[in-house]
């Protein structure tokens, strides 16, 4: 059954990053509750270009949620030409899903580390999200986040790793749960 869609009155500017693991997997149980209450979710994901991630194939199941992917399905550690054009084109979506008004929540999955990396400008996205408006809930995701946009957040999450079986035991990403 599919619920008709419904409007927020009222957006915020969320902010999940940190060490620790669940940043895009907090996002994703966001997005999933809020297509369940008939919100329209719309996730743009920088630096992941890996189409068997879990999310990618669920989200098939649900058509309130888009997830749109830029970059290289490898992890990159020294950014090249065609990533900083990806996360361009990622940052460029994210204005025209804004100016759309099609969608009530727009989630940039890993932006703080597409800015840390020097893929995109901090500036950038501070304008865009000036751009927000008042009825879209916007969610930010990376490793680290830039000072600017944690405090241009009306809601922070640090995520703190306490203990990690990759970094303890050398354990690998597990399909399913992990990706």
Same mark, same amino acid.
């Given at each position: ?6 409007? *927020? ?21 966001? +997005? ?7 919100? /329209? ?6 630096? &992941?270009? #890996? ?6 194939? +669920? ?28 996360? &361009? ?24 580390? +597409?800015?840390?990396?020097? *893929? ?11 751009? /927000?408006?008042?009825?879209? #809930?916007?969610?930010?995701? !990376? ?9 241009? +957040? ?8 306490? &203990? ?11 399909? !399913?749960?992990?990706?």
């Amino acid at each position: 059954m599919i619920t008709l869609r419904q409007r *927020l009155t009222e957006g915020i500017i969320q902010v999940y990053y940190g060490k620790g693991k669940g940043k895009t997997t907090a996002s994703l149980g966001l +997005a999933f509750r809020a297509t369940g209450h008939g919100f /329209k979710v719309h996730m743009i994901q920088f630096m &992941k270009g #890996e189409v068997s991630y879990g999310e990618i194939k +669920a989200s098939k199941n649900y058509p309130n949620l888009t997830i749109t992917q830029f970059g290289r399905p490898e992890i990159i550690s020294e950014p090249e030409k065609v990533d900083i054009e990806e996360a &361009k084109k990622a940052l460029e979506l994210a204005k025209k899903t804004i100016e759309s008004d099609e969608y009530d929540i727009l989630i940039l999955d890993e932006v703080g580390i +597409a800015i840390d990396m020097g *893929l995109i400008n901090v500036k950038d996205v501070i304008e865009l999200l000036k751009k /927000k408006p008042p009825q879209m #809930e916007i969610v930010l995701t !990376g490793r680290y986040m830039h000072p600017k946009l944690l405090e241009m +957040a009306d809601l922070v999450t640090e995520m703190r790793m306490i &203990k990690h079986p990759f970094v303890t035991q050398g354990m690998q990403a597990r399909k !399913g749960v992990d990706f």
